[in-house]
C-alpha cells in the first residue's frame, strides 16, 4: 500500500441494523443504520421537500454545520434524536485523548450540537491491521437505546445511545478509561481479535445489521502484510453475535485460505422466496446466504468468473465484494471491486435469484452486467430503475428486472460513495467534492450540481426532513429554508 487513505471506500461496504420492517421500527423517519433498513436499499422513501439547493460557502438551505476529524468516511446514522458518525481524533474534542484514534462521535439531531463520544486507542502493529488517521470507518447501527459498531481495533461495540452525560455507567462493561460528561458508556465489547483470533487486514470496517436478538458483522479477516499469506484461515468471517449479551451465536469462516485480500463490506438481512435470509458477502468473491437463527446455508454464489485471475496490485482480473449487497424482492443485487488503490479494471454487476438453493454459482444470475468497472458503492433501486456507480465514475441507471442501461453519466472523478434516492432526486457524490443531483427515472435529467469545499467519500442520508451530508472534516445538515452562518461550526 502506498498510501493511508486507501480505506476510504470501506464506509461504501458499510451496513447496519434491524427488523424486516425497516424504517417503521424506527423513531418518526430516522435513518438508523447504513443503508436505511436490513436490505440496504440506498432510497428512501420517506422523506419529502429535500432541497435541491445549498451553499456551504454562504449558508443557504443549510441548518448546521459539525466538526468532524480529518478523516471521516463512516456514513451516519440518525435515531433517537441523535446523530452517531465514525471519524479520527484530528479534532480532540477530549482533552485526555490525544494523538490518533478512532473515534464515533454523537450530535444532537436538532441544532448539531456535539454530545460526547468514544474514543479507541490504535492497534500496536499499526498498518497492517489499523491504518493511520483513519478512524472509525463503520457506519453505526441504532436500535432503541443502544448504537453497534466496529471499532478500529476490530472490536464489536454496543453503547448506550445516552453516552455518559447522566453520570450513569450502564451495562456489565466498566472499563472505560475516559468517564466525562463528553464521554462514551461500552455496554458490552467483543474482542475479534483477543477472543476469536482474526487477523483485520488495513481496517475493520463492517457496518452491523441486526435481526431479532442477533446483530451480524464481518469480523475483517484477511491477509498478511505481504498479501500472500490468510494469518488465520480457521478465524471467523462472519458472526451472530446476541445483541444483549455480546456473547456469539454462530460464525462462519467459509472463505477460510481463499479470502483474497481483505472483508470489508457489509451484511444484508430481507426475505426471499418466503424464507427469512441474511447474506454474507465473501474475501473470495462470493456471497453466501444463511438461516439467521441458526446459520444453516441455503445457497451461494461466485462472482468471479472461472476464467478470473487475481494478481496483487489489481493487475488481474478477479474480484472481491467490497459494496454492500441489496435485496429487492427476491433478488440480491451486487457489485464487484477491489481496494481503489489497485486502479481501474473490469467488474461486473449482478442480480441473483435469491430462491435457489445449494451452489447456485451456474443457475442464480438473473442477469449480469459487464460493461461496468470495479465499484464500490451500493446500488440504489426505485420504481423498477436501479442506479449504480463505478469506482470510475460512470453513473448508470439500469433497468432493474432486465439488466438494460437506460443512461450514463460521467461524474468527472473517482466515486467511492454510493447513489441515493430521496424525494424523486437521485443524489450522487465525487472525490472533487461535487454533488450532482438528478431527477430520478428512466430518462437522465441533471437538475443542480454543488461543491461541498471537500471530498465527499460518504453516501448522503435523509432523516426527519433533513439532508445529511459529510465531507472528510464536516457534517452537514441541508434544509429547506434554512439557514446559517458557515463560520460557525459545532
Not at 492497534?123 to 493511520?132: F, H, K, Q, S, Y
Not at 453520570?167 to 477472543?195: C, F, H, Q, R
Request: glycine share 12%.
Amino acid at each position: 500500500m502506498s498510501s493511508g487513505e486507501w480505506v476510504r471506500w470501506v464506509i461504501r461496504g458499510g451496513w447496519a441494523l434491524a427488523l424486516i420492517v425497516a424504517v417503521s421500527s424506527a423513531r418518526g423517519a430516522d435513518w438508523p443504520m447504513w443503508g436505511g433498513s436490513p436490505q440496504r436499499n440506498m432510497a428512501n422513501t420517506m422523506e419529502k421537500n429535500i432541497p435541491d439547493s445549498w451553499d456551504v460557502a454562504t449558508g443557504k438551505n443549510i441548518k448546521w454545520v459539525a466538526q468532524l476529524g480529518s478523516q471521516a468516511y463512516g456514513n451516519p446514522a440518525v435515531a433517537a434524536g441523535k446523530i452517531f458518525v465514525g471519524t479520527n481524533n484530528q479534532a480532540e474534542r477530549q482533552p485526555k485523548a490525544k494523538g490518533d484514534r478512532g473515534v464515533m462521535m454523537c450530535f444532537r439531531e436538532s441544532d448539531g450540537k456535539f454530545l460526547y463520544q468514544l474514543t479507541h486507542d490504535k492497534l500496536p502493529a499499526g498498518r497492517v491491521n489499523d491504518w493511520p488517521r483513519q478512524g472509525i470507518c463503520s457506519s453505526p447501527c441504532v436500535e432503541g437505546n443502544r448504537v453497534y459498531y466496529v471499532s478500529n481495533r476490530c472490536e464489536l461495540v454496543c453503547a448506550d445511545v445516552e453516552g455518559l452525560c447522566e453520570g450513569k455507567n450502564v451495562g456489565p462493561y466498566k472499563s472505560e478509561a475516559l468517564t466525562s460528561p463528553i464521554d462514551g458508556d461500552i455496554v458490552w465489547m467483543l474482542d475479534m481479535i483477543k477472543d476469536l483470533g482474526v487477523y483485520p487486514h488495513n481496517m475493520s470496517a463492517s457496518s452491523p445489521v441486526i435481526d431479532g436478538d442477533l446483530v451480524f458483522i464481518l469480523t475483517s479477516n484477511g491477509v498478511d502484510e505481504g498479501h500472500l499469506v490468510v494469518p488465520a484461515p480457521e478465524a471467523p468471517d462472519f458472526i451472530a453475535v446476541n445483541k444483549n449479551s455480546g456473547e456469539v451465536a454462530w460464525d462462519r469462516n467459509d472463505p477460510g485460505d481463499k479470502i483474497i485480500h481483505g472483508q470489508w463490506s457489509s451484511p444484508v438481512v430481507g426475505v426471499m422466496g418466503g424464507q427469512k435470509q441474511v447474506i454474507f458477502p465473501g474475501g473470495d468473491g462470493r456471497l453466501y446466504s444463511f438461516v439467521p437463527e441458526s446459520g444453516k446455508p441455503l445457497w451461494s454464489f461466485q462472482g468471479n468468473p472461472e476464467n478470473s485471475v487475481y494478481k496483487l496490485g489489481g493487475l488481474g482480473t478477479r474480484n472481491e465484494i467490497i459494496a454492500t449487497p441489496v435485496i429487492y424482492g427476491n433478488r440480491v443485487y451486487f457489485s464487484m471491486g477491489q481496494d481503489p488503490e489497485h486502479g481501474e479494471g473490469p467488474s461486473h454487476l449482478y442480480a441473483v435469484d435469491g430462491t435457489q438453493r445449494g451452489d447456485i454459482t451456474k443457475t442464480g444470475a438473473v442477469w449480469r452486467n459487464d460493461e461496468v468497472n470495479r465499484a464500490l458503492s451500493t446500488v440504489a433501486i426505485r420504481d423498477g430503475v436501479l442506479y449504480h456507480c463505478d469506482l470510475s465514475g460512470i453513473l448508470r441507471a439500469i433497468d432493474a428486472d432486465t439488466g438494460k442501461v437506460l443512461w450514463r453519466y460521467d461524474m468527472g472523478a473517482a466515486v467511492w460513495s454510493s447513489p441515493y434516492y430521496v424525494d424523486g432526486k437521485l443524489f450522487m457524490g465525487n472525490e472533487d467534492g461535487d454533488v450532482v443531483i438528478f431527477q430520478a427515472g428512466r430518462e437522465k435529467k441533471v437538475i443542480n450540481k454543488i461543491n461541498m469545499g471537500g471530498s465527499v467519500y460518504t453516501t448522503p442520508v435523509a432523516a426527519n426532513g433533513v439532508l445529511y451530508m459529510t465531507t472528510r472534516e464536516r457534517l452537514y445538515a441541508i434544509q429547506q429554508g434554512a439557514s446559517c452562518d458557515p463560520k460557525k461550526v459545532n
